[in-house]
């Protein structure tokens, strides 16, 4: 089956714009995260989503961060006021499971803020 | 303050050798330790992965080896082949009692394997 999708897969902005970047989960999936990896660097938790319960936002950088997840499907991350330090790739992951192992990525989005 | 620290942060191999990667955690409450493998400009596709109720897990040309007195585990890759010259991660996370799951990465290893 299809795997976990995101897009757009790059995106250029300039400083102090906002930006939304999609991703589309593994059909079924209930658990959704959003990670950051910055170039060089491992990948560090931003958002959980699970079903229809509050997200845990724990990991969220900054207030200029916020998530948004319908049901069980689509999720969007957005930036706003984008940071030259914002700089990274986006990263989405499902789980078919609570606990949230098994964890399958998509191919992220690569953000560039000039 | 870095719960997964990983080594070496690069590593070259011959084709045919072994590649040996550690990690090394400190939150005892982890139950969970996979390692993923990632191409560049590719997300990171899970590889193998462990609970420590075990000490080793075998998949194919993967192993993973699990020390949990020691708090390490390493992901050892028999016979490597230029096609595993890849970025690894391992990472670890907490997956009972209502806990969201989210994983924790170490810093990565570029594995790189000359013919």
């Known amino acids: 089956g299809a795997g976990v999708s995101q897009s757009p897969s790059n995106k250029v902005t300039e400083k102090g714009k906002d930006v939304e970047l999609r991703c589309d989960p593994i059909?079924?999936?209930?658990?959704l995260y959003w990670y950051r990896q910055r170039l060089g660097q491992g990948l560090e938790f931003l958002i959980y989503f699970q079903g229809n319960s509050a997200p845990d936002k724990s990991g969220l950088p900054s207030d200029r961060f916020s998530a948004e997840r319908t049901g069980e499907s689509v999720s969007t991350l957005t930036i706003q006021r984008t940071q030259q330090e914002d700089s990274a790739v986006y990263l989405c992951?499902?789980?078919?499971?609570?606990?949230?192992?098994?964890?399958?990525f998509g191919p992220g989005t690569r953000l560039t803020v000039t | 303050q870095q719960q997964v620290k990983q080594s070496p942060q690069s590593l070259i191999v011959q084709k045919g050798g072994i590649s040996i990667i550690n990690c090394a955690y400190e939150n005892t409450a982890f139950d969970y330790f996979p390692w993923y493998q990632q191409f560049p400009g590719k997300g990171p596709a899970l590889l193998i992965a462990i609970r420590p109720d075990v000490s080793e897990k075998k998949e194919g040309r993967f192993t993973i080896s699990f020390n949990k007195s020691a708090k390490q585990f390493s992901l050892h890759i028999m016979d490597s082949q230029p096609g595993d010259s890849a970025t690894y991660f391992c990472a670890a996370s907490i997956s009972y009692g209502g806990s969201q799951g989210n994983l924790i990465f170490g810093k990565g290893t570029k594995l790189s394997v000359k013919p």
């Open positions: 992951a499902s789980s078919s499971r609570t606990g949230g192992y098994e964890q399958y």
């Open positions: 059909s079924g999936h209930t658990a």
